[in-house]
């Protein structure tokens, strides 16, 4: 499976973006998905993850009511709407899939499939 990531770029304070994730190679349907995003300098965090039923998802404190992902199994792609962005939302954002969530959930290294980041550029 390859993983693409797009949809980052440049926007204000309190604007939106929405960030698409398409898989190919394999139905991504088998798969839980998440989000992580890296800031410079900083670890590599948690922001969202989506059962691959999309029935269940889990979002990171700090993005939970801005944030908010979900999956398009048809299309092989999962998104993630972020709204009310703010300065500290500055980071590369990749997607990653897992055939277990638990995985994603953990934020372990040991993911099945990373893909490439997007930036996304939050100005003040």
């Known amino acids: 499976v390859q993983l693409q990531a797009s949809g980052g770029g440049l926007v204000q304070a309190g604007g939106s973006l929405r960030l698409s994730c398409v898989a190919s190679g394999r139905t991504l349907s088998a798969y839980a998905m998440g989000w992580f995003r890296q800031a410079p300098g900083k670890e590599r965090e948690f922001v969202a993850a989506?059962?691959?039923?999309?029935?269940?998802?889990y979002h990171a404190d700090s993005v939970k009511g801005r944030f908010t992902i979900a999956r398009d199994n048809a299309k092989n792609t999962v998104y993630l709407q972020m709204n009310s962005l703010k300065p500290e939302d500055t980071a590369v954002y990749y997607c990653?899939?897992?055939?277990?969530?638990?995985?994603?959930?953990?934020?372990?290294?040991?993911?099945?499939?990373w893909g490439k980041g997007t930036l996304v550029t939050v100005s003040s």
């Open positions: 989506i059962s691959w039923s999309g029935g269940s998802t």
């Open positions: 990653a899939a897992d055939s277990a969530i638990a995985t994603i959930l953990k934020g372990s290294s040991g993911m099945d499939y």
